[in-house]
C-alpha cells in the first residue's frame, strides 16, 4: 500500500511529530458545516482540476488526509502516490470519526 490509514490517536500524534506536515481536506466546501480540523487546506477531490493543484503541492512533506469517513481521502492517496507523494495518512474514518473522538 502507499498511504497508511491511521485511526484518529495515530493521525494526531503523527502529525504532531512530522516536520513539515499538511493537513489535507478533499472534502466539498457544503461539508465543511460538519466540522474540520483546524489548520487544514482544502482541494475538493471531486474537482476537475483536483490534479493540477495536487501538482503545485511539494511532494517531499508528509501528507495528513481526510473526508467525510475515509473513503475519498484513500482514493487522494491512491492518486497522490501515482503522482511521486511518498508520505500518505489517511484518516481513517474521516471527519465523522474526528468529531466523535473531539466533542464539541
Known amino acids: 500500500m502507499s498511504y497508511q490509514n491511521l485511526n484518529v490517536a495515530e493521525f494526531e500524534q503523527m502529525m504532531a511529530e512530522a516536520e513539515d506536515a499538511v493537513l489535507l481536506d478533499v472534502r ?7 466540522g474540520f480540523i483546524p489548520g487544514h ?10 490534479a493540477e493543484q495536487v501538482s503545485k503541492l511539494d511532494p517531499a512533506k508528509p501528507y495528513f488526509i481526510y473526508c467525510r469517513s475515509g473513503g475519498r481521502s ?3 492517496c491512491m492518486m497522490m502516490a501515482s503522482m511521486g507523494f511518498t508520505k500518505l495518512f489517511n484518516l481513517a474514518g474521516g471527519i465523522q470519526a474526528w468529531n466523535a473522538a473531539h466533542p464539541a
Not at 28 to 34: H, V
Open 28 to 34: 466539498t466546501e457544503p461539508e465543511l458545516a460538519e
Open 41 to 50: 487546506q482544502m482541494i475538493n477531490l471531486m474537482a476537475p482540476d483536483f
Open 74 to 76: 484513500g482514493q487522494a
